[in-house]
C-alpha cells in the first residue's frame, strides 16, 4: 500500500506533528494580530496576504509591529518584576542581530530597552537610528581597529571584550581619544547550553569569551588600564534554549566569580546574554518569560546571599524571543509533485514537495541548523483532506527546505499564498543572494496598514555592485 493522503497515518510524518491544528493559527507560534478574515484569508496586523503580495512582491517578510513593540515592552516588565523582586535592578539589550533596521532601532528604544551590536553595520544602522550610544552594547569575537575606533568615539556605553588581547588594544583606542571605556568581559562559563551545538556558545570547544580559569588575569589586565573602566561580566551560553537551568548554572558561576574579583575593586554589572527559546512548532511549549525571569532571580538571589555579596546591576540580551513570533515569511506556490519514497522499515508513502518562490536565500535557518517551522495556506481557507508536505525552495540545493513537514491541504496548488510564521528572528538577519535571489522586502503591518522598512534588493541593485556592469568603472 501507498500511504498519500491522510496524512494522520503517512508513515513520513514526524511523531510531534499533528494534523489536528493544521488548520489553526495557533497563539504563541503566530503575531498577536494574525487571524482570517471573513472569506478565510490570513491578516496581519488587519492586512490581507493577497494584499500584502500584491503591494510589496513575494515573498515577503512581515513584522507585527505592535507585537514585536509589545514583546519587548513585556519581556522588560517581565524581568524588571522578578529582579526587583530580589532587591536587584536590571536593563534589557535588545540583541539586534535577530532583526534590525532604523525602525526596529527606534522601536526598541521607545519600549526602554537598549541595544546589543555585533558588527560595524549594526552599529551603524543603531546610530541611523538615533539610538542614545549609551544604551549601546558592542559584542564581537573579532573586532577590528576600525570597529572599536568607531565605538569609542561615538560613545558607546559598553564594550564585551571577548579575548585577551582585545585588552590592550582597546585601551590603545580610548587613550587615542582621551576616553574612559566602559567594558564587560565575556566568559565562557563552560555551561553546555541544551540547544544546537552552532547554538550553544558556553562550552570549552568555541571561539567565544574568556575561560574562567583566565578571568581574573583578564580582569586584572583590564583594571591595570586608564582607559578602560571594568564593569563585569558578561555570559551569552547559547540561543533558542528552552529550560531555565542552563541560565541558573551560569548564573551560578559568574556570581561565585564576581564574589572573587570583588576583592580588588567594583564589579558593579553582570550580564547574563539572551537566549530564550520560542515556539516555532504548535507542540513546542517555551518557558513563559516571566517564569524564566524569576528563575533566574532566585539564582542570582541565592549565589549572592551565599557568597555574601550584594547584588549587581543585572542585564540581558534577548533578540529571538523579541522578534522571532512577531515575523511571518508569505511565498507563492509554484510547482507540487509527488515523491515516493520510503520510510525507515521500507514501506513505501508520498510525500508531497511544494516549492515556493524563496528558499535557503531568506531562511536559512532549516539548512543550517535543521530548524523546523510550519505553513499554513494564507490566501484562502480549503477544507480539502490534509496532504503532508515538505515545503522547498527555488535554490540548487537539495538542502534547501523551508518547512521539513507539515500538513496543508490538498489542493494547494500553482499561484496560492503560503505563510510560515515565526521568521522575525534571524531569517532577514540571515538572508543571502544565493543564485541571485532578491532578497525580499521588510514590511511593517499596524492597525490594517502596511509600511515597507526595507526594500526589496533586487538583481538591479546587485548588478550595480558588479564593476563590469559600468564600463568606466572596469576598462
Ligand atoms: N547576546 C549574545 C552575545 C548573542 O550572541 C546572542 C545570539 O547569538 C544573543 C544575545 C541573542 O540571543 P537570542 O536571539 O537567542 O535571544
Known sequence: MIFSESNAVNPLAPQWLDSAVARQLNSGVWPATATRDAAGELTIGGVRATELLERHGSPLYVIDEHDMRERAASALAAFTEAFNAIG????????????????????????????????????????????????????????????????????????????????????????????????????????????????????????????????????????????????????????????????????????????????????????????????????????????????????????????????????????????????????????????????EHGTPAVRRYVSVDGGMSDNARPAMYRADYCVRLANRESDAPLQLVRVVGSHCESGDIVVYADYLPDDVSYGDILAVPATGAYCFAMASHYNYFDRPAMVAVRDGESRTLVRRITIQDLLAADTASTPEEHP
Request: include cysteine; charged fraction near 20%; proline fraction near 4%.
Open 88 to 343: 536587584a535592578q536590571v536593563q534589557l539589550h535588545y540583541a539586534s542581530k535577530a532583526l534590525l533596521s532604523i525602525d526596529i532601532a527606534r522601536w526598541m528604544q521607545q519600549a526602554g530597552v537598549g541595544l546589543d551590536v555585533a558588527s560595524a553595520g549594526e552599529l551603524e544602522v543603531a546610530l541611523a537610528a538615533g539610538i542614545d550610544p549609551e544604551t549601546i552594547g558592542l559584542h564581537g569575537n573579532n573586532k577590528s581597529d576600525a570597529l572599536l575606533a568607531r565605538a569609542v568615539e561615538v560613545g558607546v556605553g559598553t564594550v564585551i571584550i571577548d579575548s585577551l588581547t582585545e585588552i590592550d588594544r582597546l585601551a590603545a583606542v580610548a587613550a587615542e581619544f582621551g576616553k574612559r571605556q566602559p567594558v564587560l568581559l565575556r566568559i565562557n562559563s563552560g555551561i553546555h547550553a541544551d540547544t544546537h551545538s552552532y547554538l550553544a556558545t558556553s562550552h570549552e570547544d568555541q571561539k567565544f569569551g574568556i575561560t574562567l580559569a583566565s578571568a581574573a588575569e583578564a580582569v586584572a589586565k583590564i583594571r591595570g588600564h586608564e582607559a578602560l573602566e571594568f564593569r563585569g561580566l558578561h555570559s551569552h551560553i547559547g540561543s533558542s534554549i528552552y529550560s531555565a537551568d542552563g541560565f541558573g548554572a551560569a548564573a551560578d558561576r559568574l556570581m561565585r566569580l564576581r564574589a572573587e574579583l570583588l576583592a580588588d575593586g567594583p564589579v558593579p554589572e553582570v550580564n547574563l546574554g539572551g537566549g530564550f527559546g520560542i515556539a516555532y512548532l504548535p507542540s513546542d511549549r517555551p518557558l513563559p518569560l516571566d517564569e524564566l525571569a524569576r528563575g533566574i532571580a532566585a539564582e542570582v538571589a541565592r549565589a549572592c546571599a551565599e557568597t555574601g555579596t550584594d547584588l549587581p546591576l543585572v542585564t540581558f540580551e534577548p533578540g529571538r524571543s523579541i522578534a522571532g513570533p512577531a515575523g511571518v515569511t508569505l511565498y507563492r506556490v509554484g510547482v507540487t509533485k509527488d515523491v515516493t519514497v520510503s520510510d
